[in-house]
Nanobody, 126 residues
């Protein structure tokens, strides 16, 4: 069973940067497409970014393009997200997810991901 544990959330000011981590265990991390999603109160879960090990394919959601950097350390089975120039609308619970099918193609649809972490709250004050 794959276990994903996010960390790094908290309360930050608008304009600040934030780093999130997701530690994975119990699976073939290096084979998976790893992703970040987020969900604000009353809204659908939204794709943030994902990283496929195949050809180092990376995809970002429209709302964070230019402000986010996703990375992974396969030796540590850890996924990272750095989000710069934070805005109040970035406030959400951030989730780490894994698509165990792997491959090159990255989906932004939540149902394509079969493992999820419990989430970490990020709150951006204006």
């Amino acid at each position: 069973q794959v276990r994903l544990v996010e960390s790094g959330g908290g309360l930050v000011q608008a304009g600040d940067s934030l780093s999130l981590s997701c530690a994975a265990s119990g699976g073939a991390f290096s084979d998976y497409i790893m992703a970040w999603f987020r969900q604000a109160p009353g809204k659908e879960r939204e794709f943030v970014a994902a990283f496929s090990q195949i050809a180092l394919n990376i995809k970002y959601g429209d709302s964070v393009t230019g402000r986010a950097t996703i990375s992974r350390d396969n030796a540590k089975s850890t996924l990272y997200l750095v989000l710069n120039n934070l805005k109040p609308e970035d406030t959400a619970v951030y989730y780490c997810a894994a698509d165990s099918r792997g491959g090159y193609y990255i989906s932004s649809r939540r149902y394509e991901y079969d493992y999820w972490g419990q989430g970490t709250q990020v709150t951006v004050s204006s």
